[in-house]
């Protein structure tokens, strides 16, 4: 699997998101992606309890340990590559997390207006 250019929403270069918990595609600490990334796993995601209850109302789970694949659980504060898609429909129905842009991938911007992002930005430097 070949990445994309690691370039960020503003046009910078990608920063990281996360390295504890360990996060993205790529499992790099960086919402990079590729081709093979079909869930567009691009925003840097600030987990809240809101997000993360409604994540797992929405069948997708994030807060409970998975040992067997390695993943400790997510909870509040904690950074992570969200699906774009999920985050644009978190955003829909209000409970959207919140992002940072340096570390948000430009190709989240396939999905995700910048104007969405950045009303969910905690960072606006890239």
């Known amino acids: 699997m070949k990445k994309d250019p690691s370039t960020n929403v503003l046009g910078g270069t990608l920063m990281a998101c996360s390295s504890q918990p360990l996060t993205g595609f790529f499992r790099d600490a960086h919402c990079n992606t590729c081709a093979e990334d079909r869930g567009s796993h691009t925003?840097?995601?600030?987990?809240?309890?809101?997000?993360l209850a409604y994540s797992k109302y929405v069948g997708n789970d994030l807060s409970t340990p998975r040992p067997e694949f390695g993943f400790p659980g997510?909870?509040?504060?904690d950074?992570?590559?969200?699906?774009?898609?999920?985050?644009?429909?978190?955003?829909?129905?209000?409970?959207?997390?919140?992002?940072?842009?340096?570390?948000t991938h430009q190709r989240a911007l396939e999905i995700v207006p910048l104007v969405v992002l950045e009303s969910h930005a905690v960072d606006l430097q890239g």
């Open 74 to 77: 997510l909870k509040p504060g």
């Open 43 to 51: 925003v840097c995601a600030v987990m809240t309890a809101e997000f």
């Open 79 to 103: 950074r992570w590559c969200l699906c774009a898609g999920r985050f644009l429909q978190a955003h829909d129905e209000g409970c959207a997390p919140k992002v940072h842009l340096g570390a």
